[in-house]
Every structure is written in structure tokens, then in C-alpha cells.
Nanobody, 117 residues
């Protein structure tokens, strides 16, 4: 079993920055991927950014150039930073992890981010 605990959401003004963290209850190296997804009002859940076990990162086109995903291995924590926020970044942001052993997916409870114009 893996627990993912997100924090850092809230109300942010447009143009501001978002800093989220996801603490993974097991070694981060036991995951093939840790990622951030988001689901805006009336929208499907979409990938924002991911980081692989080897440290390779991918960022969605919708946030490219203003988004960074990185991790602190010793803390088993993955961070998401998004700058120059827009109202369309408003969403519930979810942490996701794929556990290698057992080939299972896990989701955090989600954290609400609201960008005011």
C-alpha cells in the first residue's frame, strides 16, 4: 500500500505561482513514475507533469515553459511549481504514483487550486 499526501493548494491570483508537494509513503525509487494530474471544472483529468524513477521529466504543453517538477529523494517528496498562473489553471491537483512491485497505481486525495483573475 502506498499513501500520497498532497499539500500547497489554495487561492492564488492570476500571474502568481503555485507550489505543491506530494509526500510518498514508500521509497520514491520503488515508483516507476510520480506525476501530477489536474481536473478542472467540467473537464477530464489531465497530466500536468511527471518524473520517472531515473529522473526524466515531462511537462504538458498547457504548462510548458512555466512548470517545473522535481523531487527530493531523501524526503520521498515530489514538487510541482507552476508560474504565471492563469484562471484556466484552476483545478483539483492530484498526485499519482505507479508502484513497480505489484504494478499498481495510486492517487492522492487531491488539493484544490483556484486562480482568481
Amino acid at each position: 500500500q502506498v499513501q500520497l499526501v498532497e499539500s500547497g493548494g489554495g487561492l492564488v491570483q492570476a500571474g502568481g505561482s503555485l507550489n505543491l508537494s506530494c509526500v510518498v509513503s514508500r521509497s520514491i525509487f520503488s515508483m516507476s513514475t510520480v506525476a501530477w494530474y489536474r481536473q478542472g471544472p467540467g473537464k477530464e483529468r489531465e497530466l500536468v507533469a511527471r518524473i520517472s524513477r531515473s529522473g526524466v521529466t515531462n511537462v504538458a504543453d498547457s504548462v510548458k515553459g512555466r512548470c517545473t517538477i522535481f523531487r527530493e529523494n531523501a524526503q520521498n517528496t515530489v514538487y510541482l511549481q507552476v508560474n504565471s498562473l492563469k484562471p484556466e489553471d484552476t483545478a483539483v491537483y492530484y498526485c499519482f504514483a505507479h508502484l513497480i512491485l505489484g504494478d499498481r497505481d495510486y492517487w492522492g486525495q487531491g488539493t484544490q487550486v483556484t486562480v482568481s483573475s
